[in-house]
């Protein structure tokens, strides 16, 4: 399933008034990407693909390479536990560019 | 108070918190989340119990503490449940950010404040203070003077919470002690007629955590420069219509339950003699019994006065109040609690501006009494009643009257 398919259509909020509890029904086009300040960096020649980051990674962002593993950086929020966890320190977390 | 006995109905002896377990059982309530606090916690076992022996089939999730318990409600409500809990004092004050949140997401919620002063000095006895000190949070609060009011108000509760054109909590106020621990009868209604009384449950309808209705539950409306503050006030102009809808709710439910039930109880204020009254009182909660036993020995001795019971705090009853206190030349309002800000007691306060709504100035004046427990008896009122027709001949108002402080 991509990122904008959902099994239910989103709630049509026009049936019920827009004065009781406030909810939202549009999604946002943001992705995690768009705002992320620090993304991980993988030294392939430390990571010995033992899936740690893999497990831990609060999005799922990421992605098995051949020979190491790599991120999704549309979805990853940079949050650096991936490079907190592994255990081979092979994940550096660098500034985005300004 | 009963007129007619329904034929299914049953005659019980129980205390007010036995009552509102009763009445949390007969509303096919689904979830309840609790922490118990003196004087409620014989009201969370008498729940406990009626769970454990099958007699209601709800969840009751027993939680760290009261911040958990009503976040655990504002989730089962979302996903549509009844839901129910009953605090006081200091367990409410532990409450206070969900509770904060519960009138603004407009979770119909049902919960008990078993009356209780609050610290310091340190105090387990009744008192209004702290449902007095949450009066402007957003929650509908019926204040309820016996047990049997306390089992059937919880019950209306629901129907005036779950209403479309409230969708609002309701604190339903019984005074600790004197109503959590006084017994007396009560005439439990039938399971099946409550259910045909409350209808379906449909509490959900309008912001769910459902994965069928996807939807962001009560995200950041924004700040300054967009339309964030003006959707701000679109959503609490809505809270503040949800809580004028429910005086005619409130109203219409407690005439219904007076057809359906044989039972009538005054909604908004009840009028106790007040034909012909040159002056009254006005008291709220269980006070009221013993007031009204002073009224009577005042009329029978002559004197012209009537008293004014507040069920329906808030919202405040403004016009209900001003029309049943129209025709006096005063009145004086007895409080259990105290309004710091002012110097007297809160319903006093709420009762001048009211009044104000009136197209002449009548002289009122506040008493308190009752506080941490104490009893407020008839020689009370009676120094009520005497010093409320000194105000009705000389129109001049004294400090607030503190009724217990030498007894």
Redesign the interface.
């Known amino acids: 399933m991509s990122m904008t398919q ?6 049509d ?1 026009s049936t ?10 549009k999604p946002t086009p943001m992705l995690p990407g768009d705002w992320r300040s620090m993304r991980p960096v993988v030294d392939r020649a430390k990571c010995v693909k033992c899936a740690v980051c893999w497990l831990y990674c609060p999005v799922q962002c990421v992605v098995e390479r051949p020979a190491w593993f790599d991120f999704n950086l549309k979805t990853c929020k940079g949050c650096g536990i991936c490079a907190t966890e592994c255990p081979q320190r092979a994940i550096a977390m660098i500034e985005e560019a300004a | 108070m009963s007129a007619v006995l329904k034929q299914k109905s049953k005659l019980i002896v129980c205390d007010g918190n036995e009552a509102a377990a009763w009445a949390v059982s007969l509303a096919d309530v689904d979830m309840v989340a609790v922490y118990p606090i003196t004087p409620q916690s014989s009201l969370v076992e008498y729940l406990a119990k009626f769970i454990a022996d099958g007699r209601l089939s709800a969840e009751i999730v027993d939680v760290e503490g009261e911040h958990s318990v009503l976040s655990v409600l504002h989730g089962a409500c979302l996903a549509g449940a009844r839901t129910y809990t009953a605090s006081c004092g200091p367990g409410l004050a532990f409450m206070f950010e969900p509770y904060l949140r519960t009138p603004g997401m407009r979770l119909p919620l049902v919960m008990t404040i078993v009356t209780r002063d609050t610290l310091t000095p340190q105090s387990v006895w009744g008192g209004h203070q702290d449902a007095m000190s949450v009066r402007e949070v957003g929650w509908v609060q019926m204040y309820c003077e016996s047990v049997q009011e306390v089992l059937d108000t919880t019950i209306m509760a629901y129907k005036i919470a779950e209403h479309h054109d409230v969708m609002l909590p309701v604190n339903v106020c019984h005074d600790g002690n004197y109503l959590s621990f006084g017994a007396a009868r009560c005439e439990l209604p039938d399971q099946g007629e409550v259910r045909n009384f409350l209808g379906e449950k449909d509490v959900n309808w309008h912001v769910a955590l459902d994965p069928q209705r996807p939807m962001a539950v009560d995200p950041l409306t924004g700040g300054a420069g967009g339309p964030g503050p003006s959707t701000f006030v679109r959503y609490r102009k809505g809270q503040c219509s949800g809580m004028q809808n429910s005086l005619e709710v409130i109203t219409e439910v407690h005439e219904e339950w007076g057809r359906r039930f044989g039972r009538t109880h005054a909604p908004l204020v009840e009028s106790y003699r007040m034909d012909g009254a040159d002056y009254a009182i006005v008291t709220i909660g269980s006070m009221t019994g013993a007031a009204k036993d002073a009224v009577d020995e005042a009329r029978a001795r002559g004197e012209k006065v009537g008293l004014v019971k507040v069920k329906t705090y808030r919202p405040f009853p403004t016009q209900a109040f001003a029309t049943a206190l129209a025709d006096v030349q005063a009145f004086g309002v007895v409080d259990r609690s105290v309004s710091f800000g002012w110097n007297c007691g809160p319903l006093f306060q709420d009762s001048i501006t009211a009044m104000n709504y009136s197209p002449k100035r009548i002289p009122a004046m506040s008493f308190i009494g009752g506080l941490a427990g104490a009893d407020l008896t008839v020689s009370h009122f009676e120094r009520v009643i005497g010093r409320t027709k000194e105000l009705a001949r000389d129109g001049r108002p004294a400090e607030t009257v503190w009724l217990n402080e030498k007894d």
Request: charged fraction near 20%; aromatic fraction near 12%; include cysteine.
């Open positions: 959902r099994a239910y259509p989103m709630f909020s019920i008034p827009d004065d009781l509890c406030p909810i939202a029904t």
